[in-house]
């Protein structure tokens, strides 16, 4: 017994094909107008009220145009503080840095580098927050495992006492910066990757430099001992005038 069967291609009047691209193009419709709508809420979101000056729209939306959740909204407010604040800024890579190291790391920043905090860093939400920034640069630094560096206000003003979680006495980013810089080459799975210090980029090689240069003290006590050298120098010479001057006189009356 031989089973046969057929096949009909039934043929489509060119009208199908147009009914088709009209329930297309609601959709492209729907889609491009909900894109121009994001752009427009990005592009009328208020600057005044944030802690860094942007000359772009801040970014509150991922790649996806999903907008930030609560924990990277908390985020993002937190490193933005963090670098509205802190008078410099380094960037750490870790690897694999086992917990105990990681507590006892943040102990000796806090206690030997003047109150100095670490933050782990989500790479994408801080690229975000220096997005159009002076700071923007930065976000080559974020990559990979990466923690961040930093002084609160109080421990960077004279406020910080130090009793017995920090350092006491007068900020200086240079030796804080210094020590950082000690601890992380102590420890084998720590690497500087670079910092903001006064507003300025530096790489690990620009760090080290920093730190050897003297500060604004110092060289205003090496100035003042020059102008004063040669002022010494004469007082010294007008006083021993009038010693001379009595015994050239007394070898006279001598005479």
């Not at 907008?67 to 937190?78: A, E, I, Q, V």
């Not at 006892?104 to 994408?124: D, M, N, P």
């Not at 700071?135 to 990466?146: H, K, Q």
């Not at 990757?193 to 980029?201: A, H, I, M, P, R």
Request: proline share 5%; aromatic share 8%.
């Amino acid at each position: 017994m031989v089973l046969s069967c057929s096949i009909r291609f039934a043929s489509r009047s060119p009208a199908f094909g147009f009914e088709i691209l009209r329930g297309i193009q609601p959709r492209l419709y729907s889609s491009s107008s909900t894109a121009s709508e994001s752009n427009t809420k990005l592009s009328n979101v208020d600057l005044s009220n944030r802690l860094l000056a942007r000359n772009t729209p801040i970014k509150t939306h991922s790649s996806f145009r999903i907008p930030f959740n609560k924990r990277k909204s908390f985020l993002f407010d937190k490193y933005e503080r963090i670098l509205a604040e802190t008078p410099a800024i380094l960037v750490v890579q870790h690897i694999c840095l086992p917990s105990d190291q990681w507590t006892t790391f943040r102990r000796q920043l806090k206690i030997e580098c003047h109150g100095a905090q670490a933050i782990v860093i989500s790479s994408g939400i801080a690229s975000a927050v220096v997005r159009g920034t002076k700071y923007e640069n930065m976000a080559n630094l974020f990559s990979g495992t990466v923690f961040g560096i930093y002084w609160d206000s109080i421990a960077a003003s004279e406020q910080h006492s130090g009793s017995s979680e920090g350092a006491a006495g007068k900020f200086d980013p240079k030796i804080s910066i210094k020590k950082i810089l000690d601890l992380v080459k102590a420890n084998p799975r720590l690497l500087i990757l670079g910092g903001c210090v006064e507003n300025s980029l530096l790489t690990p090689e620009m760090l080290v430099e920093y730190t050897n240069t003297p500060n604004i003290d110092q060289l205003q006590a090496e100035v003042v001992g020059l102008l004063q050298q040669p002022v010494s120098s004469l007082v010294r010479s007008l006083e021993n005038i009038p010693s001379r001057l009595v015994d050239v006189l007394e070898q006279k009356s001598a005479q």
